[in-house]
């Protein structure tokens, strides 16, 4: 039931060939590898603005489908906005308290001490764009033809697993993180939201972890 009631909430599932659906996760799965163990073109968020952001869009261009219907637009604003604004405050206080784990602290107080703000900014929204188009909106609604509603717990699963060169906690934490992301986007039907608000979480981190050092 819970299932069909938010399968009906969300009015916009792309349909695709299934060899298309299937160059998707086979990309997806070989640009997850090569972002892992590779550098290709010289800084991450450069990597990762051409692996998760214009190569997809590339492959959805080639197949014919809009980026709007993989969550390129606004959406639902206003319950975006609202989602965005309460998932903020509700993470903030966990954020915190996980920057005060040594090995949390430790990695994101680097990022600071090598960047400053005005890098940290800049990689934060380079980095993460790409990365919640890919997973809330290009595997978000490439799993929702294959799978329905589950799509959400499936891209966390990739979620989690692009996240292993990060301490820990914040892997563990990928699960839950990425199906309320997802969540949100499928809602929404966009990826802006959950965007905003992992750049949020990014920066706060940050923050935080520069305060209790």
């Known amino acids: 039931m819970g299932a069909e009631v938010i399968m009906q909430s969300s009015p916009s599932v792309p349909t695709k060939p299934v060899w298309q659906n299937a160059i998707i996760l086979i990309y997806a799965t070989l640009a997850l590898v090569i972002d892992h163990y590779r550098t290709v073109f010289g800084k991450e968020e450069w990597d990762s603005h051409i692996f998760y952001l214009i190569i997809p869009l590339a492959l959805l261009l080639l197949f014919r489908v809009s980026p709007a219907t993989y969550g390129f637009r606004w959406g639902d604003w206003r319950r975006g906005l609202l989602l965005t604004v309460g998932g903020c405050a509700l993470v903030?206080?966990?954020?915190?308290?996980?920057a005060q784990i040594p090995s949390v602290n430790a990695y994101y107080g680097d990022i600071w001490r090598q960047s400053g703000w005005g890098?940290?900014?800049?990689?934060?929204?380079?980095?993460?764009?790409?990365?919640?188009?890919?997973?809330?909106g290009f595997l978000l609604f490439t799993f929702a033809e294959i799978a329905g509603p589950w799509a959400i717990?499936?891209?966390?699963?990739?979620?989690?697993?692009g996240h292993l060169s990060k301490p820990e906690l914040?892997?563990?934490?990928?699960?839950a993180g990425g199906s309320a992301f997802?969540?949100?986007?499928?809602?929404t039907q966009s990826f802006l939201y959950p965007f905003l608000i992992h750049l949020f979480v990014e920066l706060f981190v940050v923050w935080a972890a520069t305060m209790i050092m």
């Open 92 to 98: 903030a206080p966990l954020l915190w308290w996980a």
């Open 119 to 136: 890098g940290v900014v800049s990689w934060a929204v380079q980095d993460l764009f790409g990365w919640e188009f890919f997973f809330r």
């Open 153 to 161: 717990l499936l891209q966390a699963i990739l979620f989690t697993f």
């Open 170 to 175: 914040e892997v563990l934490s990928c699960i």
């Open 182 to 187: 997802g969540w949100v986007a499928w809602k």
